[in-house]
């Protein structure tokens, strides 16, 4: 009887085991990533990768909505959740700084008028 070597489950079967086994998940790595999303997205640099998630490192990753699985392992399905939600939220401050360039162009009393009622609206939705 041949006796086969049995493979690690997860080794290199797996598209996560061969990250794993490749280091996608270094210190190296993952600065490369959000190095490159940073110049990508137009955003600061991002800070020093440690061997350790430092505050500095996940309060960036927060700020600008970047998810831990694709920091840690390159996930091309979570990198496109990423830009998809990146470019709605984009779509949701575009009407505003529309709305701020009209409220611009009103008259004083206009401009009255329409603060008044955002203050309105705000105090009826505790904000």
Do not use: N
């Not at 998630?53 to 996940?58: A, D, I």
């Amino acid at each position: 009887m041949v006796k086969t070597k049995q493979k690690h489950p997860g080794h290199r079967e797996s598209a996560l085991g061969r990250l794993i086994s490749d280091g996608a998940s270094s210190s190296r790595q993952i600065s490369r990533r959000l190095q490159w999303l940073a110049a990508e997205w137009g955003i600061e640099a991002p800070p020093k990768v440690g061997r350790t998630m430092s505050e500095k490192l996940t309060a960036y990753c927060k700020r600008h909505g970047i998810s831990f699985d694709w920091m840690l392992d390159g996930s091309l399905a979570v990198l496109k959740k990423m830009v998809d939600e990146r470019r709605r939220q984009e779509a949701l401050a575009l009407p505003a700084a529309v709305i701020v360039a009209r409220y611009q162009q009103l008259d004083p009393e206009q401009k009255a008028e329409v603060t008044a009622e955002i203050y309105r609206i705000m105090a009826e939705h505790d904000l």
